[in-house]
């Protein structure tokens, strides 16, 4: 449903959007069947003049039926959106496969900074490349995130990777992600973090891998690229 | 003066209200401003939450039109700058959950309700009763307050999440955020005394012949919810005093730079904030189960179903707190944990729906505007239930999390709690309250124009949530995806619809007090109805019963094949039988 709205730009998009497609149709028919079996009911026993209403208890067995096999059907349908929630979940939260760069990424009131590696593809070495509300990744690469805060809780949140992760003050949170399609997209911080919180909007820079290479010597920081 | 009940219940420590039996003349004071009659105090809370409801839509409206409009001059308000916008959208939340919601259909209808259905004169502790609302006053006034001094109200959304809340360098709004703390903090203290009289009463104070599985769903519901909240609450004020003690004596319990951890005060809030979705449902739910079965002259379908997935919806709503913070840093694995827990709560609670409706099976239903109500609570309810799906599976939560989906699925419960269900307990219990009948006309107006807007208000906000659009941003015209004008044109369709939708609520606020004396007199039981509280005078004078009722049934004893009336009230005696 969602990729309706949004681009799928990232590796896991995809499960995601199925999952929500999944739930969509289980809670979906329950949904439409109960207002279907509701309205049905309302219709058809409006008073009538002279008429009396049903005397039914419900406590009686056969009667209990219409409660009791619903009720293990609705388990079914839990049963299964749990093992696709949880088997989402896993692959991109739980799980964190080799990363093939890393970035970090940090949250302050009010602005993204990002830390990008540099030439020599290492984080936290002289090259690296630090940028304010603007994030380079290369596409088909697999990054590993290092999410940290400098104030108050923020929310990472690439709405086309189908990615969010709350930064916290004090930690270091590491997730990952893999672009799959170039481009320019929002980030937007996603947890209430003061008064600019509306105004920290950042963007993600999708590039091709010799775009992205020479947006690095662009932006190799000068006392490092004069030193060479 | 000799109210039978007095004696009756002078062994249930019951001395207050005895005293108080003896002032015959009551001045205005005493008998609506200081008073211990449950039945006023219920009124009180009614009153007083219905006057923050305004001011809760009232806030709606100011941030809505500010989210269409950008920049424009809010009529009756002003600019909205971001600072107000924040504060807007916390006190909005903050004002409908803890200022309406619970004072209405817990304490409102639970004062009213809990002595009129039991057959007693007045709740265990009177005077307890009375210092309940005067504390839950002071903390309205704390909170309204809170709005007027300097730097303005609280923003850090309802659920105030540290360090934002518990520092002023961050959140800007060094008093109002103490005040904000301050008056929730009191409002617990206030609803705590409230449910423990509650819980006594229905306990101690039924009527002879009144077997606990006589008595009303709706009673049963809101001892419950008092039980939940007791149970959940003590985290929260004890997280409350802490973040108290870090905004001003400079503690650090939320602050990571002194070995605090802000994500603490999330599992505090969190292990209250479920549990209270559920404290406001079951009343509402109990009060659409009263209403059924009299406008449907039905039995209430597998009474003792009802209150099991009660039970069990209150034993697992203590199991799933965390599904609000997938993505907030706690471990990962313990996403799993919660995930079955909270997509198994589904369970009980469709079961509810299913009961409902299998109530309306064989029935001879009139659709007045108290079913109505009641009806709607189911229709709009299945659909806030079958969203919140979505969220509670941990997968697809890490995309819908803090979008306007979590909004619009949550307004779609909460709206029927907060807003469907007092209307519908208002409207079916206005004659017992007040003696008269409301206009059915305008109430059936009235109906429609709140439910059809409603709808068009929530439906593109969840279409907007699936489009990734985030919640609490004062302005989209900065992130180019959400800027488009399809989305706009949604924004300003939602905020049209809104202000169609209060508007309508004037056709409410005009029913209500022009019947009050215009109104057709009710007399005692207009609806037919089985329930003790039909039996009282309407309203009740002060001790509720002429003759204090025994109970013989069930309260929903409707339709019986065996006798000539389709209704058969629990206090009748079987000899007296028609047939």
């Known amino acids: 449903m969602i990729e ?19 739930i969509s149709w289980l809670v979906g028919f329950w949904g439409f069947l109960v207002l279907i079996v509701f309205f049905g009911l309302i219709i058809n026993f409006r008073r009538r003049e002279g008429q009396r209403a049903a005397y039914i208890t419900g406590e009686e067995k056969h009667q209990k039926r219409w409660i009791t096999i619903p009720h293990d059907l609705v388990l079914v349908c839990d049963i299964i959106i749990i093992v696709g929630a949880i088997n989402v979940w896993y692959n991109v939260k739980q799980n964190l496969p080799e990363a093939d760069a890393k970035v970090r990424v940090i949250g302050q009131q009010w602005a993204w900074s990002f830390q990008h590696p540099g030439l020599d593809g290492k984080l936290d070495t002289d090259d690296d490349i630090r940028t304010v509300d603007e994030l380079h990744v290369e596409v088909g690469k697999l990054y590993h995130y290092k999410a940290e805060s400098r104030d108050v809780l923020h ?20 997730g990952w992600f893999e672009p799959t399609q170039t481009g320019t997209f929002d980030i937007q911080c996603a947890e209430m973090c003061g008064i600019g919180h509306g105004l920290m909007p950042a963007r993600i820079v999708i590039e091709s891998a010799a775009a992205h290479k020479a947006w690095m010597e662009a932006n190799t920081p000068t006392s490092v690229a004069s030193a060479k | 003066m000799a109210h039978p009940i007095t004696e009756q219940q002078a062994p249930h420590g019951h001395a207050d209200a005895h005293h108080d039996d003896h002032h015959h003349e009551q001045s205005f004071w005493s008998k609506y401003v200081f008073s211990v009659d449950h ?29 269409a409009f950008p920049g424009m001059s809010v009529p009756g308000w002003g600019h909205v700058s971001p ?3 924040n504060s807007l959208v916390t006190n909005h939340g903050t004002i409908m959950i803890f200022w309406v919601a619970m004072p209405v259909l817990i304490a409102a209808f639970g004062n ?6 039991l057959g007693c004169d007045d709740m265990v502790f009177p005077r307890l009763n009375r210092l309940s609302y005067q504390i839950f006053l002071l903390s309205a006034i704390v909170l309204l307050a809170s709005f007027v001094v300097e730097n303005g ?18 959140s800007l709004t060094p008093l109002g955020s103490t005040l904000w703390v301050i008056a929730v903090a009191l409002e617990f203290v206030a609803f705590l005394m409230g449910g423990i009289n509650f819980i006594t009463t229905m306990m101690n104070s039924r009527a002879p012949g009144m077997k606990m599985w006589d008595i009303p769903v709706v009673v049963w519901m809101i001892v419950l919810a008092s039980i939940l909240f007791m149970l959940s609450v003590g985290p929260l004020i ?20 002194r070995g605090g951890d802000p994500v603490l005060w999330q599992h505090l809030f969190w292990f209250f904030g479920h549990p209270e979705v559920y404290v406001v449902l079951l009343p509402a739910i109990g009060i659409v189960c009263e209403i059924v079965p009299i406008f449907a002259r039905k039995k209430l379908f597998a009474y003792k179903t009802v209150l099991f997935t009660a039970f069990a919806t209150g034993v697992l709503s203590f199991f799933v707190w965390a599904h609000h913070q997938f993505i907030a840093g706690i471990d990962p694995r313990m996403a799993n944990v919660f995930t079955v827990t909270t997509v198994m709560i589904s369970v009980p609670l469709a079961e509810m729906m299913f009961v409902i409706v299998a109530t309306l099976y064989g029935g001879q239903i009139t659709l007045s505007v108290p079913m109505l109500w009641a009806l709607s609570f189911i229709g709009e309810f299945i659909i806030g239930g079958i969203t919140g799906i979505f969220l509670g599976a941990s997968g697809s939560d890490i995309y819908f999390h803090d979008t306007y989906f979590v909004l619009a699925h949550f307004h779609y419960t909460f709206f029927p709690i907060a807003i469907i269900g007092v209307y519908a307990g208002l409207t079916h219990w206005y004659p017992k309250m007040f003696g008269r009948m409301l206009n059915e006309t305008l109430g059936k107006i009235h109906f429609w124009g709140t439910i059809i807007p409603f709808n068009m ?10 489009a990734g659009q985030h919640r609490r941003i004062w302005s989209y015209v900065n992130f180019p995806e959400l800027a488009s004008p399809e989305m706009q044109n949604l924004r300003v369709f939602a905020t049209v619809s809104l202000v169609i939708m209060l508007l309508f609520q004037l056709v409410f606020i005009f029913n209500f007090f022009w019947s009050l004396t215009r109104g057709k007199k009710a007399g005692r039981n207009p609806y037919n109805a089985n329930t003790l509280e039909w039996v009282a005078p309407s309203p009740p004078g002060h001790g509720n019963f002429a003759e204090m009722p025994t109970v013989y049934r069930g309260p929903y004893e409707y339709s019986r094949p065996d006798r000539d009336e389709d209704f058969w009230p629990q206090n009748v005696p079987a000899e007296s039988s028609s047939s």
């Open chain 1, 155 to 174: 929310s990472f949140s690439v709405p086309v990777f189908r990615l969010k992760q709350d930064v916290i003050p004090g930690r270091v949170i590491s």
């Open chain 2, 238 to 257: 004890a997280g409350a005093i802490m973040l108290l003690f870090d905004q001003t004596i400079g503690t650090g319990f939320f602050d990571p730079a």
């Open chain 2, 112 to 117: 009213f309700l809990i002595p009129l259905m």
């Open chain 2, 39 to 67: 039945k006023i105090i219920g009124m009180q809370y009614m009153f007083t939450g219905m006057f923050m409801a305004i001011i809760g839509g009232f806030f709606a409206y100011a941030f809505r039109m500010q989210l």
């Open chain 2, 153 to 170: 109200g609280f923003g850090g959304a309802w659920t105030a999440y540290p360090p934002l809340s518990a520092k002023a360098e961050y």
């Open chain 2, 457 to 466: 208000i929530f439906i593109p906000l969840f279409l907007l949530g699936l």
């Open chain 1, 4 to 22: 309706k709205y949004l681009v799928q730009a990232s590796t896991y998009a995809a499960d995601i959007d199925n999952l929500v497609s999944l």
């Open chain 2, 83 to 85: 600072a107000e916008y």
